[in-house]
Nanobody
Framework: QVQLVESRGGLVQAGGSLRLSCAAS????????MGWFRQAPGKEREFVAA????????RYADSVKGRFTISRDNAKNTVYLQMNTLKPEDTAVYYC???????????????WGQGTQVTVSS
């Protein structure tokens, strides 16, 4: 069992930056791939970024590539999402997730955080 707790999001102006963190319980954190997803009002949950258990490989949605960076610190049981050059269309509730498969599909992740709101103003 893994419990995930995201940091507080926030309100930021377009062009600004924000870093989200997600702390995980348990001693098997490094065995899980970690992902970030987001869901805007009226839309389905969509993939943002994922990182393998070792942190050696990452993948990103095209919409955030070059602006967002996912990383993890297995010693701290924490995964991060650094978001730069934010746009109003990045406004959503952001979720971290843990799974045994390094995929972009939400259904392949077993554990989810509670979500944190990120709002980007124009």
């Amino acid at each position: 069992q893994v419990q995930l707790v995201e940091s507080r999001g926030g309100l930021v102006q377009a062009g600004g930056s924000l870093r989200l963190s997600c702390a995980a319980s348990g001693r098997t954190f490094s065995t899980y791939a970690m992902g970030w997803f987001r869901q805007a009002p009226g839309k389905e949950r969509e993939f943002v970024a994922a990182v393998t258990g070792s942190g050696g490989s990452t993948r990103y949605a095209d919409s955030v590539k070059g602006r967002f960076t996912i990383s993890r610190d297995n010693a701290k049981n924490t995964v991060y999402l650094q978001m730069n050059t934010l746009k109003p269309e990045d406004t959503a509730v952001y979720y971290c997730a843990a799974g045994t498969r390094w995929t972009m599909r939400p259904g392949n992740y077993d554990y989810w955080g509670q979500g944190t709101q990120v709002t980007v103003s124009s």
